[in-house]
């Protein structure tokens, strides 16, 4: 099966190209990326040799592209997106123009190539937030769609997007809305590599507010392990919610950073908290666990944080140029 990959180069998707094609030896990749900001050649260098991969160059807004490449594919894994909450709200037009309107031009180009089978991955976020007050409280697939932020909005959007081509012209969709990631090849301006690295430097790490946000935290490898199973067994029209069952709060989550490197809690700044910033995301993933037998295995902590936290330590190399961008 070949199977195009769309972000590829990103932290998610690179995590998805190298754990596929260790998993499933009879796949191909083809991996479109647009190498913004976040997209890395340097995350895919250990199988940039692998002739079951190859990489092309493009924008996913691109529709002669599209068509190219995915006529070339059985499948699309959509990573591609812009994805970073505090970007979305100093540039909200360009999460539209890449989350909403690449999104369309990729399921449009499936359909027109005979009904690939399509895998969009999303967000928790889309679901908005939940109240601290009431921990009993997660997610479930049918939860009211009520993004916060532009980046959460696009989102949803895209979400429906794809679904609707599933209803609409019986496009073979399913979609996955995923918690917070952590593993290795995440951009450092995310807050675990943000911390790990500030703290290396020997810098501050900002805390937004009151640091009492909570969050659920799943590792990225077990997040590419669903997508595995989603793509192989999910069913067309059907949402899948994926979710590591391991809640912190970003005060907690920062402490333990602390702790891992040896750091004193005065390493703490304090900072003004992001405009409309969400309390509480959850996720009930049994779903998946009940129709599709994935559960997550990597994403305990505090073993899985401190293999992440080690890994940033031992890759300065990777992350340093990054922290300049």
């Not at 109240?131 to 979400?159: C, H, M, Q, V, W």
């Given at each position: 099966?070949?199977?195009?990959?769309?972000?590829?180069?990103?932290?998610?998707?690179?995590?998805?190209?190298?754990?596929?094609?260790?998993?499933?030896?009879?796949?191909?990749?083809?991996?479109?990326?647009?190498?913004?900001?976040?997209?890395?050649?340097?995350?895919?260098?250990?199988?940039?040799?692998?002739?079951?991969?190859?990489?092309?160059?493009?924008?996913?807004?691109?529709?002669?592209?599209?068509?190219?490449?995915?006529?070339?594919?059985?499948s699309v894994v959509h990573f591609a997106a812009e994805s970073h909450v505090?970007r979305s709200i100093y540039n909200p037009r360009r999460f539209i123009e890449t989350n909403v309107l690449g999104t369309q031009t990729l399921l449009?180009?499936?359909?027109?190539?005979?009904?690939?089978?399509?895998?969009?991955?999303?967000?928790?976020?889309?679901?908005?937030?939940?109240?601290?007050?009431?921990?009993?409280?997660?997610?479930?697939?049918?939860?009211?769609?009520?993004?916060?932020?532009?980046?959460?909005?696009?989102?949803?959007?895209?979400?429906?997007?794809?679904?609707?081509?599933?209803?609409?012209?019986?496009?073979?969709?399913?979609?996955?809305?995923?918690?917070?990631?952590?593993?290795?090849?995440?951009?450092?301006?995310?807050?675990?590599?943000?911390?790990?690295?500030?703290?290396?430097?020997?810098?501050?790490?900002?805390?937004?507010?009151?640091?009492?946000?909570?969050?659920?935290?799943?590792?990225?490898?077990?997040?590419?392990?669903?997508?595995?199973?989603?793509?192989?067994?999910?069913?067309?029209?059907?949402?899948?919610?994926?979710?590591?069952?391991?809640?912190?709060?970003?005060?907690?989550?920062?402490?333990?950073?602390?702790?891992?490197?040896?750091?004193?809690?005065?390493?703490?700044?304090?900072?003004?908290?992001?405009?409309?910033?969400?309390?509480?995301?959850?996720?009930?993933?049994?779903?998946?666990?009940?129709?599709?037998?994935?559960?997550?295995?990597?994403?305990?902590?505090?073993?899985?944080?401190?293999?992440?936290?080690?890994?940033?330590?031992?890759?300065?190399?990777?992350?340093?140029?990054?922290?300049?961008?």
């Open positions: 099966m070949r199977i195009l990959v769309t972000g590829g180069c990103g932290f998610v998707g690179s995590n998805f190209v190298r754990l596929a094609l260790s998993l499933r030896p009879e796949w191909q990749i083809v991996n479109l990326d647009n190498l913004s900001y976040s997209g890395n050649l340097e995350n895919l260098r250990d199988v940039e040799s692998d002739p079951r991969y190859r990489f092309v160059h493009g924008d996913i807004n691109d529709y002669a592209l599209d068509m190219e490449t995915i006529g070339q594919c059985d505090d449009e180009c499936s359909r027109r190539s005979g009904g690939k089978r399509f895998v969009h991955v999303s967000t928790d976020e889309v679901y908005g937030s939940l109240p601290l007050e009431r921990p009993e409280l997660r997610f479930t697939e049918e939860s009211p769609i009520t993004g916060n932020s532009p980046y959460a909005a696009s989102k949803a959007a895209s979400d429906l997007i794809a679904l609707s081509y599933h209803r609409t012209f019986e496009l073979n969709v399913s979609v996955t809305r995923c918690s917070n990631n952590f593993g290795a090849f995440q951009y450092p301006e995310k807050v675990i590599p943000l911390f790990v690295t500030n703290l290396i430097d020997d810098k501050t790490v900002p805390l937004y507010g009151d640091g009492k946000n909570i969050r659920d935290w799943l590792h990225v490898e077990d997040h590419c392990e669903a997508l595995i199973a989603v793509l192989e067994c999910g069913v067309a029209g059907r949402v899948y919610n994926i979710g590591g069952d391991n809640e912190r709060s970003n005060l907690e989550l920062t402490h333990s950073i602390l702790d891992i490197l040896g750091k004193t809690r005065d390493r703490i700044q304090p900072v003004t908290d992001r405009p409309g910033h969400d309390r509480r995301y959850a996720i009930d993933a049994s779903r998946i666990s009940d129709e599709l037998g994935w559960l997550p295995t990597r994403s305990a902590w505090p073993e899985a944080l401190a293999n992440t936290v080690k890994w940033y330590t031992e890759h300065e190399k990777w992350w340093r140029r990054l922290k300049v961008k």
